[in-house]
T-cell receptor
Framework: EPEVTQTPSHQVTQMGQEVILRCVPI?????FYWYRQILGQKVEFLVS????????KSEIFDDQFSVERPDGSNFTLKIRSTKLEDSAMYFC???????????FGPGTRLLVL | GDSVTQMEGPVTLSEEAFLTINCTYT??????LFWYVQYPGEGLQLLLK?????DKGSNKGFEATYRKETTSFHLEKGSVQVSDSAVYFC??????????????FGQGTILTVHP
């Protein structure tokens, strides 16, 4: 069964460094999402992406964040200058249509020191 | 804005016990409702869903009914197993408008089932 994959599974970085989290959505899906979960808190929506542009973003998704679909398969989340409070589990998700089920990847655990 | 509230956890049960995890929501319009499950070390998996009032979603012995009058979507299972130990998330998807399908999640409920 097709699945969403994410790399790396864990990343440790120093405050102020740039990180890129990578996701490979399911191949025929059209809508892509990033969510995050700070330890012990809710899963929060960050951004949705469709037709090669951001379609919706939350207040969390400020100028430090960016997303890109550099080729036909990858979907990346970049954090330009990480802060301690960016430490969280980041989930990628995709679906073939807006009314369809979103499929989630296993997540990347980011730790900012 | 839209929000989802789940019952406080964690929940600890013995095998074969009855499970209820409460979920209530606040939303404009008519959202779709979901339960996702996260097993240790894995991503979020859709457990069940309901897209309109009075719909019942069911899967793997779990059930939840979309109750518009009480804005609730409580998760139930008649007899839990050790393998059901996981984190359960209630979520809604805003209907139409400018939403591009984002999910709004509750805080998650940790379920531990003992033999």
């Amino acid at each position: 069964e097709p699945e969403v994959t994410q790399t790396p599974s864990h990343q440790v970085t120093q405050m102020g460094q740039e990180v890129i989290l990578r996701c490979v959505p399911i191949s025929n899906h059209l809508y892509f999402y990033w969510y995050r979960q700070i330890l012990g808190q809710k899963v929060e929506f960050l951004v949705s992406f469709y037709n090669n542009e951001i379609s919706e973003k939350s207040e969390i998704f400020d100028d430090q964040f960016s997303v890109e679909r550099p080729d036909g398969s990858n979907f990346t989340l970049k954090i330009r200058s990480t802060k301690l409070e960016d430490s969280a589990m980041y989930f990628c998700a995709s679906n073939p249509g807006l009314s369809e089920t979103q499929y989630f990847g296993p997540g990347t655990r980011l730790l900012v020191l | 804005g839209d929000s989802v509230t789940q019952m406080e956890g964690p929940v600890t049960l013995s095998e074969e016990a009855f499970l209820t995890i409460n979920c209530t929501y606040t939303a404009t319009g008519y959202p779709s409702l979901f339960w996702y499950v996260q097993y240790p070390g894995e991503g979020l998996q859709l457990l069940l869903k309901a897209t309109k009032a009075d719909d019942k979603g069911s899967n793997k012995g779990f059930e939840a009914t979309y109750r518009k009058e009480t804005t609730s979507f409580h998760l139930e299972k008649g007899s839990v197993q050790v393998s059901d130990s996981a984190v359960y998330f209630c979520a809604l998807r805003t209907a139409g408008g400018t939403s591009y399908g984002k999910l709004t999640f509750g805080q998650g409920t940790i379920l531990t089932v003992h033999p």
